[in-house]
């Protein structure tokens, strides 16, 4: 099996879940039959949110390449980072070594293609998904429109609240909420874009089908590291 | 903030356990709050319990050494190992670099002389801790002396049940059984020395006290990477 590294810390408790979850998708008789995981839980990446949405913060995408590089030069063979809002800077990893990088927004926008061929996808996640389009490009490839939150303090006052005190069912009936509005705006199906919100992907009711950005990227990370098929959004 | 690497995969759950630990034990506001780990969540380290209780399997050592030097080399300013019966390699790990190696079994074995001084503690860990005494020179130096399960096929049979399905009530039932058998043979204290039984630590009962040697490399991990104090078992 092959090496995964893992851009990790953004936040840890998100890693945390993804790891579980991959750990989960193996039916496993021993350590061994596990997915072998380099983890740089590097809870000291420059806030996204503070650099896309605030301005004036610190350039997360060099600490990212630094990251890349390490993780690869540690043994990595593939590259995932399990963050929505971090993939603004996906070109930049998946330039920083020559390790593919398995693209969680690539996958994502294909399953909203296939769910909703032509159609439009939910993207329930940060609001700075939307300032500076990290869905865009993927999912106008594939033919398939945005819709996203109308009061996006709510999207983010849950993520806050959320890497403050974990998740809640607060956060949850928050999320429910701007999902009702999403498809009363058209959305044909929901994706959850945000590792934070995948935490709570159970508890979050929604209308029309649901799917979490993150277990393609688990689905993903396992196939890949057993070397099985192609991968999409491996570049 | 320090960087902490851990040797991890053994088994996987074990080490997402003791993330998670850690992100719980940091009251946070924010990412940036919590502690940076690097971890090698290597599920292809050779089998310990192959080695040391059965023998002709792959020897773990030079695979920890090699993780060890991978973490250092990637960053890591101290290391730790969540798997009690891995420590019987722990001289090798503390050797292979500079980084202080904080160690569990002295860890545990002083708090164990805290809680019992001049006592006996129950180890409820792996049969190969006492196949090949991973404890003893530990608990000897603090005098404290080990009790061991009589029916160390049985904590075997636990391992492997949590390796291969998860924690489950069935296996806490069976431990809490080991608990009391130690107790009727001295034990004034029992310490969880399994990252396995870590998992179940809230639902193994016992009449005497009884604390996880994980928790206390957790506090540990905590305090060194906030360089805040003088950790026990850091060589």
Same sequence: chains 1, 2.
């Avoid at 969680?104 to 700075?128: C, F, H, T, Y």
């Avoid at 999320?175 to 979050?204: H, K, N, P, W, Y």
Wanted: charged share 15%; net charge negative; proline share 5%.
């Amino acid at each position: 099996m092959r090496k995964i590294g893992v851009l990790g810390g953004m936040g840890p408790e998100a890693t945390i879940y993804f790891m579980q979850q991959v750990v989960d998708a193996v039916e496993a008789r021993d350590d061994a039959d596990h997915i072998p995981l380099l983890v740089d839980n590097n809870t000291q990446v420059p806030s996204r949110i503070k650099a896309i949405l605030e301005g004036g913060g610190a350039d997360p995408a060099p600490v990212l390449v630094q990251m890349a590089k390490g993780l690869v030069a540690a043994g990595a063979e593939a590259l995932v980072m399990p963050c929505n809002t971090a993939h603004y800077y996906a070109g930049q990893v998946a330039q920083a070594t020559d390790a593919p990088f398995l693209n969680m927004v690539d996958m994502a926008s294909a399953e909203a293609a296939r769910i909703a061929p032509g159609g439009k996808v939910g993207l329930l996640g940060s609001p700075a998904l939307q300032q500076v389009g990290v869905f865009e490009d993927a999912l106008s490839r594939v033919g398939v429109s945005p819709v996203y939150a109308r009061e996006q303090s709510r999207a983010l006052a849950a993520i806050r609240s959320i890497k403050a005190q974990g998740p809640s069912e607060f956060a949850a009936h928050s999320l429910s909420d701007i999902c009702a509005q999403m498809v009363a705006d058209g959305a044909d199906v929901i994706c959850i874009c945000c590792t934070e919100f995948s935490l709570l992907s159970r508890q979050i009711a929604s209308s029309v089908q649901i799917y979490d950005a993150m277990q393609l990227l688990v689905s993903a990370t396992v196939t890949f590291s057993r070397g099985e098929e192609q991968v999409v959004g491996a570049a």
